[in-house]
């Protein structure tokens, strides 16, 4: 289980306000008419108790003379009003919302893509996800339904208080005496309901991680039967969630009595106060009966709000774990712009490089020069630091000091983001066309460079057997690519992005090597005229390699070709006769006179 130390940042509240400013901003003219349609609406909801006071007073006055239909009209066009411009208000408050909605999951979903895999690891992907997923939906349930009807009751409290004023002040104020009990209500709830919403949507991230973390290792707990344990682990994060769920349910059902008592003070204020003014002849009765009612009218606004109080707070825990999300600073190696003179074209140096993980120093005092289509091999037990160097080099990581420089032709200077290219065996196939996989590295290539990354890696006999070739849907739902495929894929992209330098980390291909030796041609064409850095966890990958740089715990320790290193008889020398006796199908054949320049297209 991943330390809380390690999880995402929460938010400050300036950080939530900027980014909901950000998310309404272009929207001000949804905004506005949002507001005008409510408070027509809200206004309107005063007509009623008006002219029911005035007629009472009528009636108080000259029983006589009333002419009841004359005030149908105005109460059926106000209802009228009312109505179609409340429905119109919320429809309107609805769509801003989904615009606020949308605007927080792209922002949220385009911060985690820029994220390091590495960051993303140390914080578990149950929180990442619980982000993206359950709080937007908490959040989504706060601005769908609740939203318009939240903004309409908070305009008709402020529209009703101003018609309780306008009518009698004194009146006002007896209905104002039920504040002090929705304040002292508020006072107790509100300190009490944050750190349990809190804590419920921490729970949600928890229970998420765990099913995750069970799911991702699904071979290794089927190898050892674990699943009894990994099951009674998934049982106890999701009991511990319905249980603080259920206490928070419970929390919200035991103070809505102060509501009621809220309501009854300031009613029975208003009667009581009401009497003394009419027996006094400072009111009418028919001022308190439309001060009655308007009053009246609050219940529903206030009860609205206060309950919606519960929601906006877990809306309000939500949001600040999104708005923590989206506002992480970049977390990608600065670019240094340097020369050509210094750095040529394909050319990698590192200096005094140091790398931290988790409090601890995983790479030591690194200074490696990599000449202009070399290719280098990076061997070492696990551990020692190979992967770590390839991902600093692919920029993908920040070093603690040091400077990893990467020439490139286009600039003069280092731009790791266009001059180096990473595959891994980890190969993600993302549902949609195998051209929209393809594109995904060079958005820009036509249909003749799509199938020339295809014939390069060897995929092109597959590709013209698939039902809509390069258009064949693959991935979730749809076809599927062997481990082999997808590797090649992986490859295609690789060729297509025409980096400088590309590295080529082999972790976890060792199934793909003993099933099929069809990447050997795609491995070379892909290498072919480029500076290759390859992170070796197989030893037969290193012998076509110009350079074999051996690494131990973080720090290298020996560099040469792989007969100069077996000379040494070192470090290298141990792994290679451990090697030599385990049976390997060799996954880089190729010697350096095959490889020629890649033709620049």
Known sequence: MNSTSHQLPLATARQTLALLRNCVRGHGLLLSSAIMLSLVAAASGLVAPCIVGHLIDKITADATNINMLSWVGPLLAAMLIGGVTAGAGAATVARLGQHILAGLREQALERTLQLPGERIEQAGIGDVVSRISDDVAVIGRTLGPLLGPLVSAVLAIVLTLGGLIGLHPVLALAGLCALPVYYFALLWYLPRATPRFAQERQ?????????????????????YQAQEHFAAQIDDSSNTA?????????????????????????LAMILLTGY????????????????????????????????????????????????????????VAPVQSLPS?????????????????????????????????????????SGAGKSTLALLIAGLLVPESGQVLVGDDATGGSTQATSVGLVTQETHIFTGSLTENLTLACPDATEAQLWE???????????????ANLDTLVGDGAHQLSAVQAAQIALARAYLANPQVLILDEAGAE?????????????????????????????????????????????????????????VQGQYQR?????????????????????????QG
């Open 203 to 223: 729970l949600f991230a928890v229970r998420a991680e765990t099913v995750i973390a069970a799911l991702r290792g699904t071979d290794t707990v089927d190898a």
């Open 242 to 266: 319905r249980l603080s769920s259920r206490g928070i349910l419970w929390f919200r059902t035991s103070w809505s009595k102060w509501l009621n008592w809220a309501e009854y003070t300031g």
């Open 276 to 331: 003394f003014l009419v027996d006094f002849n400072f009111a009418t009765v028919g001022a308190v009966t439309t001060a009655a009612l308007l009053f009246h009218r609050l219940f529903n606004p206030m009860s609205m709000v206060v309950n919606s109080l519960n929601d906006i707070q877990s809306a309000a825990a939500s949001l600040t774990r999104i708005a923590g999300l989206a506002n992480m600073p970049d977390q």
């Open 341 to 381: 003179a210094v750095v040529r074209p394909g050319q990698v140096q590192i200096r005094n490089l140091d790398f931290d993980r988790q409090h601890t120093r995983v790479l030591h005092d690194i200074n490696l020069d990599i000449q202009p289509g070399e290719q280098v091999a990076l061997v070492g037990p």
């Open 453 to 467: 990354a295809v014939t390069a890696v060897a995929a092109q006999p597959w590709v013209v057997e698939l039902p």
């Open 511 to 567: 199934s793909i090597v003993r099933s099929s030796g069809v990447l050997d041609q795609a491995i070379t064409q892909v290498l072919r005229g480029r500076t290759g850095i390859i992170v070796a966890h197989r030893l037969n990958q290193v012998l076509s390699a110009d350079r074999i740089i051996v690494m131990d715990e973080g720090r290298i320790v020996e560099s040469g070709t792989h007969d100069e290193l077996l000379a």
């Open 575 to 599: 792994l290679w006769n451990a090697w030599s006796s385990i049976p390997e199908s060799p996954l880089f054949s190729t010697t350096r006179a095959q490889r020629e320049p890649k033709q």
